[in-house]
């Protein structure tokens, strides 16, 4: 789904759908010696996602969601969760940042 608005510009959001799994949990370190049998990861299921897609520049992420990029760690992120937050500088490409709008025209009438 693609939205044109005010603060942020274009913005799009993609839900995937993964069926059956999510992820794979590592159980060793790496360099960790292991024998034939062993466990050595776990599969995790429940895998779907929605990616929540913005423009170079029209959002300052939150503090925890780039601590955990940083880490590579997953985000728990439920409905109405906060993401940033916007810079006023929508991406120049989109509808919403454009001249037109901004002279005052209405999102339908791009």
Not at 3 to 29: H, N, R, Y
């Amino acid at each position: 789904m693609e939205f044109d608005t005010e603060a942020f510009g274009t913005v799009v959001q993609v839900m995937i759908g993964a069926s059956e799994v999510g992820s794979v949990k590592p159980l060793v370190k790496e360099g960790q010696r292991v024998r034939k049998g062993d466990e050595v990861a776990k599969f995790q299921y429940g895998g779907s996602i929605m990616a929540t897609l913005f423009g170079s520049g029209a959002i300052a992420f939150d503090d925890d969601l780039m601590a955990n990029s940083q880490n590579a760690a997953e985000t728990l992120v439920t409905y109405a969760s906060s993401l940033g937050r916007a810079t006023g500088k929508p991406h120049a490409h989109a509808p919403a940042g454009a001249k037109e709008h901004r002279k005052g025209r209405k999102h339908d009438e791009l």
